[in-house]
């Protein structure tokens, strides 16, 4: 069983940066889809952790955690409005990593790791994150990962699925395009290009298909994603 803190080892590809941050539009499908009327597909839902095995990692991580000190000693704090719960924060090597911590019963209810991607050069690497994220069942459905991942987007991070999603992460990601706008790409050559809407069946099954949603400050011009204004930093600081 991997722990999230291992993310932190991955490298990162030593790639020259392009000019353009995401690149031009795809054509998969006719017609221009509307932001109001845009219709979301399912990927590869096709992932399933049985609850004892979650509940087992997040036991064995929550004592590595507490003898490491990293839960509390080098970690900042998060405060959505989600009672008796603490979300802790802490970056290493620029993943991002949240731990829920309940408090009351001393467990960890889950975590969120927002992955840098190996599959981008290092021009997107700044603002792009992948996450990964488990919860146990009696956690479920109460806020918590909407909360965490509209942290992420709030600090100008754009998310990229992954390849395979679980049912739930599937159904995150729907309810966060009702406020976020999502996008369907192609990871490809170490670039991301946008894909046109609708995305036929073949595209969708695709490994190297995924969706994006578009953080803070980021908006779809000339079919490639761009700042929507000028900032002195791709993402702020907790």
């Not at 929550?62 to 603490?86: C, D, F, M, Y």
């Not at 009696?138 to 909407?146: F, L, P, S, V």
């Amino acid at each position: 069983m991997f722990e999230p803190w291992m993310f932190a080892l991955l490298p990162l590809p030593f790639i020259t940066p392009r000019q353009a941050l995401l690149g031009e539009r795809l054509a998969t499908g006719r017609g221009a889809r509307s932001c109001a009327h845009r219709h979301t597909m399912e990927l590869r839902v096709d992932v399933q952790w049985s609850a004892a095995a979650v509940d087992d990692e997040l036991k064995s991580l929550h004592a590595r955690l507490e003898r490491s000190g990293l839960l509390k000693g080098s970690s900042n704090i998060i405060s959505p409005q989600l009672p008796g719960l603490v979300l802790r924060h802490r970056e290493a090597d620029g993943e991002h990593y949240i731990y829920v911590e309940d408090v009351d019963r001393g467990c960890l209810a889950g975590y969120t790791v927002f992955n840098r991607l190996i599959e981008v050069n290092r021009s997107l690497d700044r603002f792009v994150r992948a996450p990964h994220s488990k919860y146990a069942v009696e956690y479920q459905r109460r806020g918590i990962a909407t909360a965490v991942y509209e942290w992420a987007l709030g600090q100008g991070f754009c998310l990229v699925s992954g390849a395979r999603q679980s049912q739930s992460a599937h159904s995150l990601w729907i309810s966060l395009a009702s406020r976020h706008r999502l996008e369907y790409i192609e990871v490809r050559n170490k670039c991301i290009h946008l894909l046109a809407s609708p995305v036929d069946s073949l595209t969708r099954d695709r490994l190297q298909t995924r969706m994006v949603l578009l953080g803070e400050g980021w908006q779809v011009e000339a079919d490639s994603l761009k700042p929507s204004h000028a900032r002195a930093s791709f993402f702020r600081r907790v």
